[in-house]
């Protein structure tokens, strides 16, 4: 089974025209959007993610919307976050975005992290942009009063996406960066051990590469801890519709595998990594 079922039935995914709040660059490489959107905002669950349709740039126009982890929700003022890095012509355009310009959300769509009954404490585990898809949880553990853990990878030291996110919810992080050498799976993995051996975390939460999720599983099976993994995929739609996400489930022959859009992007990291 890929997961158990969901034990709240999800919201409706619905339209907003978003004001554009703010618009920050950090480190000159990701693009931090403050979007004004009470209506998702309100709605959506750690590890939700929103359609963004891409404004018009230069008169060309980008047919389909792309897909964007809600980093942040701040239900208190109606305004979600998210963070992205340029990749393509869709990104290069958001970029472009301004604050009182408005982008239009489809959302909240997915199914995103549950935190399991009981719960303790939570061991969050994420690299570059799949750092934004995990910050909500670590929303809801402090909320609940978790003991809420981080290790955090970028390219980067000076990046250190997350940092100010963990400071203002009051997460134990770790950061380590490619450019000084600490960001290698072993180097994560021995840290990890050390840390946690003797105590191990209720629940580990993944989302950033299929090598991290593979080196969380095998920690989740050292430490006998369910794993959640949030994946990527290309998407058209976003919805269910177009059965263009497959997700990286064996499947056989004779039967449709789940899709990342409608059953994930978070799934049980035993079948996905
Ligand atoms: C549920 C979900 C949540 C996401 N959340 C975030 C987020 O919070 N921040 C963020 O920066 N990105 C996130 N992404 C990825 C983001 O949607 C893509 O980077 C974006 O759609 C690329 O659009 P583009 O037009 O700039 O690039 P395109 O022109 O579509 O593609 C440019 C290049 O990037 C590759 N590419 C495009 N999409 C992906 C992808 N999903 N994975 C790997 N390679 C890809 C293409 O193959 C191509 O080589 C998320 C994706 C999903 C499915
Ligand atoms: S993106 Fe269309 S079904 Fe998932």
């Given amino acids: 089974m890929l997961r158990p079922p969901e034990l709240t039935p999800r919201a409706e995914p619905t339209w907003d025209d978003a004001l554009v709040v703010e618009h920050e660059v950090i480190d000159g490489y990701y693009h931090r ?13 750690a590890g939700q993610f929103v359609m963004i349709t891409v404004p018009s740039d230069g008169g ?9 982890a809600i980093h942040r929700r701040r239900v208190d003022t109606g ?21 009182g310009d408005s982008l239009l959300l489809t959302g909240p769509l997915g199914r995103g992290f549950e935190l399991p009954a009981g719960a303790a404490s939570v061991l969050l585990i994420a690299h570059g942009s799949g750092i934004c898809a995990v910050m909500t949880v670590a929303e809801d553990a402090r909320a609940a009063g978790m003991t809420t853990s981080a290790m ?6 000076s990046t250190a996406l997350g940092e100010p996110d963990c400071r203002e919810l009051g997460i134990d992080a770790v950061f380590v960066a490619e450019d000084d050498g600490s960001n290698t799976i072993g180097l994560i993995t021995a840290d990890l051990r050390q840390r946690f051996d003797t105590s191990p975390p209720s629940v580990i939460m993944v989302c950033g590469s299929g090598a991290l999720a593979r080196a969380a599983v095998a920690l989740g099976q050292r ?17 269910g519709y177009c059965h263009g996400c497959a997700a990286p489930v064996a499947t056989r022959a004779d039967e449709e595998g789940p899709l990342v859009c409608r059953d994930g992007p978070v799934f049980d990291g035993y079948v996905v990594a």
Wanted: net charge positive; aromatic share 4%; hydrophobic share 50%.
């Fill in 152 to 157: 955090l990878s970028t390219a980067f030291r």
């Fill in 79 to 99: 305004n979600l976050e998210v963070i992205f890095s340029v990749l393509g012509r869709g990104t290069a355009a958001l970029a472009r975005i301004a604050p």
């Fill in 60 to 68: 060309a126009t980008v047919l389909l919307p792309r897909p964007m």
């Fill in 223 to 239: 430490w006998r801890t369910p794993v959640q993994v949030s994946v990527e995929a290309h998407m058209a739609c976003g919805l």
């Fill in 33 to 45: 959007l403050v979007l004004h959107s009470p209506s998702i905002t309100g709605r959506a669950t």
